[in-house]
């Protein structure tokens, strides 16, 4: 047969020979038969999957998958007939599967962007891990000047950021600013659970300030925003923002030493004490912790906040006389006997004494405790009209014994007269003395 065929190509062949061989059918060319066959079984498995992808070693048809490769070498060797070409193109087959890999992965950075907002697709993404290759390859292939004019053009219409890090600064910016529209500042914790990242980039901001490695440009934006670049002085200013809350919420700034929820807060207020003390502070803090009301002495912001509470204390009871062991409030209790011993040993202060003494404060514990009783007295008799306790009262037995001591002390001449006329206005009944020992025994 390939004797034959060489023959009519070099026009050997009768013609009675060429006609009768025709007419039984024989393919003069066999490779065009084959190709013809070929690009049938393409048409078929384009009907069924939808397009010419054929894999070179596909399940289905490995022949049609070499074939396939095939066609394409012989396009790149410009082998390929112009008739075949055009009918392999009209079919939907990609001669360069290069450039249909390219369009495929545009398509995706479309659909990226029209989701994100963006066409900075994270190398770390789970969801988008091709795609982030092949954007990485997109500038390194820029970088080089291997990518065509067209695509630069396409993905630049796009957004696409050639300079991965220009892209990274401006998120990170963006980050930044949302962040000062919620808290009010620039300065993000060190350990700010909810972005560790941007604590992250705040701190290479400032290093690469540092080295004079950060443009005109960025320096203008992060300082318009009000970004400290003393990491020193963005702590401070943190911590000062969150006294200035503590004391919006609190009412005043004496953090205390062991206070659970801000354990940060109550050491740097200690701290900045101890600056002070050590004449470390900046006028300027100074002047600003002064302006907040801020207490320099422990001891004196403690005994102020004591005093706050007595003057609650007499507000509600009408007098300063709080039981030592008030269950209320113990450590009131406590400091009220403290204030009575300072005074006692000349320890209180006379800007203290004053203030205590025009408050009404009893510096004598007995005449604290009997007008106490006294005051219990009064309340019993507005509750049950008359001052006769009961000699088992559950309420309050020490009421009850406090009045048979009243009236031993008057019958031993031991109760002042100012105490006797007192008790008299509100109609105390002196009774027995002996009915009281018994009642008290």
């Not at 190709?35 to 079984?41: C, I, V």
């Not at 450039?99 to 545009?106: A, D, K, Q, V």
Request: contains cysteine.
């Amino acid at each position: 047969m390939p004797t034959q065929r060489q023959f009519r190509k070099r026009g050997l062949l009768s013609a009675d020979r060429l006609r009768r061989l025709e007419a039984l059918g024989v393919e003069w060319d066999p490779y065009a038969a084959y190709w013809e066959e070929m690009f049938a079984r393409l048409v078929r498995y384009k009907e069924r999957f939808g397009h010419c992808k054929v894999p070179k070693d596909s399940p289905e048809d490995s022949q049609l998958g070499h074939w396939v490769d095939k066609q394409r070498q012989l396009k790149g060797r410009d082998h390929l007939t112009a008739e075949r070409l055009r009918r392999l193109e009209d079919l939907g087959f990609a001669c360069d599967p290069f450039s249909e890999r390219w369009e495929e992965m545009f398509a995706s950075l479309v659909t990226f962007k029209e989701k994100t907002g963006s066409c900075d697709v994270p190398r770390g993404s789970p969801e988008n891990v091709q795609l982030a290759i092949w954007a990485h390859t997109q500038r390194r292939l820029y970088t080089l000047g291997r990518l065509s004019s067209e695509r630069v053009q396409r993905l630049t219409a796009l957004g696409f950021e050639w300079d991965p890090l220009t892209a990274v600064w401006e998120e990170m910016f963006a980050r930044l600013v949302r962040y000062k529209e919620r808290i009010g500042h620039c300065n993000v914790p060190a350990k700010w659970p909810e972005d560790p990242r941007l604590r992250g980039w705040v701190g290479t901001q400032r290093n690469l300030k540092k080295h004079d490695r950060l443009s005109p440009d960025r320096l203008k934006r992060l300082e318009t925003l009000g970004f400290l670049w003393n990491e020193i002085a963005a702590a401070w200013e943190e911590m000062f923002a969150r006294l200035v809350q503590f004391k919006e919420h609190i009412g005043h700034c004496n953090v205390p030493q062991k206070w659970s929820e801000d354990s940060q807060l109550a050491t740097w207020v200690g701290t900045q004490r101890q600056r002070r003390k050590g004449d470390a502070i900046t006028a300027d803090h100074l002047r600003r912790l002064d302006a907040l009301g801020f207490q320099w002495d422990p001891l004196a912001a403690a005994w102020e906040e004591m005093f706050a509470r007595l003057v609650q204390f007499k507000e509600r009871f009408g007098d300063c006389n709080v039981p030592a062991d008030w269950p209320e409030d113990p450590r009131l209790g406590r400091w009220v006997g403290n204030q009575r011993e300072l005074r006692k040993h000349d320890r209180l202060s006379s800007d203290r004494l004053q203030r205590l003494g025009a408050f009404g404060f009893e510096w004598d514990a007995r005449t604290a405790t009997w007008e106490e009783m006294f005051a219990r007295l009064v309340r019993y008799k507005e509750r049950f009209g008359h001052c006769n306790v009961p000699a088992k009262w559950p309420e309050d037995q020490q009421l009850r014994r406090w009045i048979g001591n009243q009236r031993q002390f008057r019958k031993t001449k031991r109760l002042s007269r100012q105490r006797v006329r007192r008790l008299d206005n509100v109609g105390f009944d002196w009774g027995t003395i002996q009915s009281d020992l018994n009642n008290a025994a």
